[in-house]
């Protein structure tokens, strides 16, 4: 299979506490609030509100992800930075801790009167969701012929 691009550009992702990458990637697809963005090198030059979301990192046919519970992405120049409130690699997640979170805010939402407490409840329940999801997946995977 080709590779996704014949070229790569820098990829930052910063939290509070560390920086999570920082590598020539050849594509990475991240969640704005506005949608799904696919960045290639060359891209022109943006600025977005990241969601709670997976961040997908394509590179030498490989594919990893990473969670990101928010943040903003710079597209400049050749390269893509995020400020992500806070992210993590499938081998940092437990799994079953986010199951039982996304489980305690399910029932807290069934629960819920007050509307401020219930928006809380939907963002804490994305960001387990996305746990889950990121944590079930291999640390690195091989792109397929077809995908």
């Known amino acids: 299979m080709a590779q996704y691009s014949d070229k790569k550009f820098r990829l930052r992702v910063i ?7 920082e590598e020539e990637v050849e594509m990475v697809i991240m969640r704005c609030l506005d ?4 960045v290639l ?10 969601d709670i979301g997976v961040l997908r990192i394509l590179n ?7 969670a990101v519970l928010g943040g903003i992405a710079e597209v400049k120049g050749d390269a893509v930075t995020i400020l992500a409130d806070d992210a993590h690699w499938p081998e940092d997640i437990d ?7 996304k489980e305690r805010r399910e029932r807290a939402i069934r629960e819920r009167k007050d ?8 963002i804490h329940l994305r960001r387990a969701m996305v746990r889950i999801e990121v944590g079930s997946l291999p640390l690195h ?7």
């Open 41 to 50: 090198a060359g891209h022109e030059p943006h600025l977005c509100v990241l």
């Open 141 to 147: 995977s091989v792109k397929g012929e077809d995908g």
């Open 115 to 122: 509307d401020r407490e219930l928006m809380q409840d939907q």
């Open 60 to 66: 030498d046919d490989q594919e990893r992800s990473l």
């Open 35 to 38: 949608g799904a963005m696919g």
């Open 95 to 101: 799994t079953d801790r986010a199951e039982r979170a």
């Open 15 to 21: 939290t509070p506490t560390e920086i999570k990458i």
